[in-house]
T-cell receptor, first 112, second 110 residues
Framework: NAGVTQTPKFQVLKTGQSMTLQCAQD?????MSWYRQDPGMGLRLIHY???????DQGEVPNGYNVSRSTTEDFPLRLLSAAPSQTSVYFC???????????FGQGTRLTVV | QQPVQSPQAVILREGEDAVINCSSS?????VHWYRQKHGEAPVFLMI?????EQKGHDKISASFNEKKQQSSLYLTASQLSYSGTYFC???????????FGPGTRLSVLP
């Protein structure tokens, strides 16, 4: 099993560009989440989904969009990249609430 | 609201013990613990639920004091492989408002 796969691993964007970070899981998990990790801030929740067709905002949703058309995929869209969005992004999935979350290997995004 | 973790960082010699604390200003339903090694993804350690028992995993165990809204992670006879950043995550209700703490960096030296 591949687990949680994130692409790309690294990305450099110019301010104002848009892009989509991809996340796919093959464990048939209902819960999927996106986090950003900045030094000294821990992991902050951007958006999450409790099943296909259902998404909700986390702590820091501004500037990001998500959709969940299938159980497997949960892409994160940056609408107009800003330097403040420079971060490491992690996607995670779990069977349900209060179960082990499996994280992807992360995407290191730099916005210049 | 983000839970508070203490200490921020700790350095140990192999074989020594450590305790990492996680506290919240709100009543908690569950506490989750993860470890992240440098440049890698976080890895699950354990979940403690309200009304549940203390958990253990090899020489790593944790407790959850619901009244004090605190959890502690105990690392016994630490090994080099225990080095990394430990995060607690807290929920105030089932599936609600899950928030990670800022992390505690643990370094185990030979």
């Amino acid at each position: 099993n591949a687990g949680v796969t994130q692409t790309p691993k690294f990305q450099v964007l110019k301010t104002g560009q848009s892009m989509t970070l991809q996340c796919a899981q093959d464990m048939n998990h209902e819960y999927m989440s996106w986090y950003r990790q900045d030094p000294g801030m821990g992991l902050r929740l951007i958006h999450y989904s409790v099943g296909a067709g259902i998404t909700d905002q986390g702590e820091v949703p501004n500037g990001y969009n998500v959709s969940r058309s299938t159980t497997e995929d949960f892409p994160l869209r940056l609408l107009s990249a800003a330097p403040s969005q420079t971060s490491v992004y992690f996607c995670a999935s779990s069977y349900g609430a209060n179960t082990e979350a499996f994280f992807g290997q992360g995407t290191r995004l730099t916005v210049v | 609201q983000q839970p508070v973790q203490s200490p921020q960082a700790v350095i140990l010699r192999e074989g020594e013990d450590a305790v990492i604390n996680c506290s919240s200003s709100k009543a908690l339903y569950s506490v989750h613990w993860y470890r992240q090694k440098h440049g890698e993804a976080p890895v699950f350690l354990m979940i403690l639920l309200k009304g549940g028992e203390q958990k253990g995993h090899d020489k790593i165990s944790a407790s959850f004091n619901e009244k004090k809204q605190q959890s502690s992670l105990y690392l016994t006879a630490s090994q080099l492989s225990y080095s990394g950043t430990y995060f607690c995550g807290t929920e105030i209700d089932y599936g609600q408002n899950f928030v990670f703490g800022p992390g505690t960096r643990l370094s185990v030296l030979p």
